[in-house]
């Protein structure tokens, strides 16, 4: 079995929507792969199709499982250490790690959903997110948003990826439109500065979710993203965990 990450630049540049996509070509190329959030803050307590949580999306592409796709649910709409003080809740890194391990063995893979960005931190010590994505030894997928801005937030997430020795597969850009000079000059110049390949964009959709239920839509979602990168990476990371 194999483990993906998929982290952000940082909050609402679309790591769910990714994840989501990732979890149907990979499910579609390899077999049954799983998505996986270990932490969610800010889910209300009355959700509407307006307000889905991570989870309610993840099953537009996975049938129910007995699996958890989420351990900590927090109300509050903060970082996670912040969110779990003040609902009193401690969240337990090798809880998250035995989660993913039981995973393991039942899927082909893993996807697994950072929240927040890099060094969003998990506990009132100042752990981040980084120091998770290390501790689980999975290679990454950087979500970033399309638009103005996304050069320096991204090339400092590689940059802080890259210093923690952690294998950086590519870029997907979100909320893209349709050949938007900004956007597709961001794309080369990421690429120019970090030597880090933008594998795919995810284009702007005023209803996203009603494109994610539909396997049609959702192909047209990817239809730009270079799915055998993705595939090969991830299939040579399986070959990689069963060596270790």
């Known amino acids: 079995m194999a483990r993906l990450f998929v982290t952000g630049t940082g909050t609402d540049v679309g790591k769910t ?4 996509l990732l979890t149907d070509v990979l499910t579609n190329e ?10 969610q ?5 009355d959700e509407d199709y307006a307000n889905l949580s991570d989870e309610k999306v993840y099953r537009f592409v996975i049938n129910n499982s007995e699996q958890g796709h989420c351990t900590y649910y927090l109300k509050h709409p903060y970082s996670p250490h912040l969110a779990a003080k003040l609902e009193h809740i401690h969240i337990n890194r090798e809880k998250l790690i035995q989660q993913i391990t039981r995973i393991e063995i039942e899927y082909k893979g893993i996807i697994i959903e950072g929240a927040g960005g890099l060094f969003v931190p998990l506990d009132e010590c100042g752990y981040s997110m980084i120091q998770f994505i290390k501790e689980v030894n999975s290679p990454i997928i950087l979500v970033a948003d399309a638009g103005l801005g996304t050069i320096n937030h991204t090339v400092l997430s590689i940059l802080a990826l890259q210093s923690k020795d952690i294998p ?3 870029v997907i850009l979100n909320f893209a439109g349709k050949n938007n000079p900004l956007e597709n000059d961001n794309a080369e110049m ?3 500065m970090t030597g880090i390949n933008v594998i795919g964009t995810v284009p702007f959709k005023n209803n996203i979710h009603s494109y994610l239920q539909s396997r049609e839509k959702r192909q047209q979602l990817t239809s730009n993203w270079d799915i055998q990168l993705i595939k090969n990476t991830f299939i040579q990371e399986c070959h990689n965990h069963e060596s270790r």
């Open 17 to 20: 929507i990714v994840t989501t």
């Open 30 to 39: 390899i077999g049954d792969v799983f998505p996986y959030k270990p932490i």
């Open 41 to 45: 803050t800010g889910v209300s307590q």
């Open 168 to 170: 950086v597969i590519g």
């Open 190 to 192: 990421i690429q120019k």
